[in-house]
């Protein structure tokens, strides 16, 4: 069964501090793994997009980094702001003939960062 | 250019009540999709639109969800006799094109929060 799973469920970090949110994977063909960001009352907004050749790509304080071989992505942001504040959604997708339903959601870390 | 947009924002309904979402999406943009998240849960997708047709439907739960989209443009999503467990927020994406790898961006509305009482 394709899944999709997210660790930590939730964290609090100090403003400035780093952290690494988790994301581990039993999606099969695989396709691409995508880091959403959703702020509070907001629909999602794509970060990166990895593909299965990529084990790293950033996208200003935010490194994702890819292991396919041991399905396990991970987040890594720099020097938190407040405004990092928001769920992190890590998305898979697989190869899937004609139909969509492609895409498999995590259910999401909720990031908080604190002054 | 404008992002998708949904209307309404929030929507109180009552139990058996039926209710329509609307979502419109980036102008050329081809393929829009319907998700429902519910709290504490992931994305759950619905249904997706390629131009105006529904190549795929299999993730509306009952007969009592159906969708359109005319034009190529606007999408209605409608819940037919409203349950509690319909509770949820609604989102709609949409993006240029449809790539079967998923490797097309899709954007985001801010999302119909539905209660139903």
């Known amino acids: 069964k394709n899944q999709v799973e997210q660790s930590p469920q939730s964290l609090i970090i100090l403003e400035g501090k780093n952290c690494t949110l988790q994301c581990n994977y039993t999606v099969s063909p695989f396709s691409n793994l995508r880091w959403y960001k959703q702020d509070t009352g907001r629909g999602p907004v794509s970060l990166t997009i990895?593909?299965?050749?990529?084990n790293t790509k950033s996208n200003g304080r935010y490194t994702a980094t890819l292991d396919a071989d041991t399905k396990q992505s991970s987040l890594h942001i720099t020097a938190s702001q407040l405004s990092d504040s928001a769920s992190y959604i890590c998305v898979v997708s697989a190869y899937v003939g004609g139909s969509q339903g492609n895409l498999i959601f995590g259910k999401g870390t909720k990031l908080s960062v604190k002054p | 250019g404008a992002g998708v947009s949904q209307s309404p924002s929030n929507k109180v309904t009552e139990k058996g009540k039926d209710v329509e979402l609307r979502c419109d999406p980036i102008?050329?943009?081809?393929?829009l999709y319907w998700y429902r998240q519910s709290l504490g849960q992931g994305l759950e997708f619905l249904i997706y639109f390629q131009g105006n047709s529904a190549p795929d439907k299999s993730g509306l739960p009952s007969d009592r969800f159906s969708a359109e989209r005319t034009g190529g443009s606007v999408s209605t999503l409608t819940i037919q006799r409203t349950q509690q467990e319909d509770s949820a927020v609604y989102l709609c994406?949409?993006?240029?094109?449809?790539?079967?790898?998923?490797?097309?961006?899709?954007?985001f509305g801010p999302g119909t929060r539905l209660l139903v009482l």
């Open positions: 990895m593909t299965f050749s990529e």
């Open positions: 102008s050329g943009h081809t393929a």
């Open positions: 994406a949409s993006s240029l094109r449809r790539d079967r790898g998923g490797a097309e961006t899709q954007y």
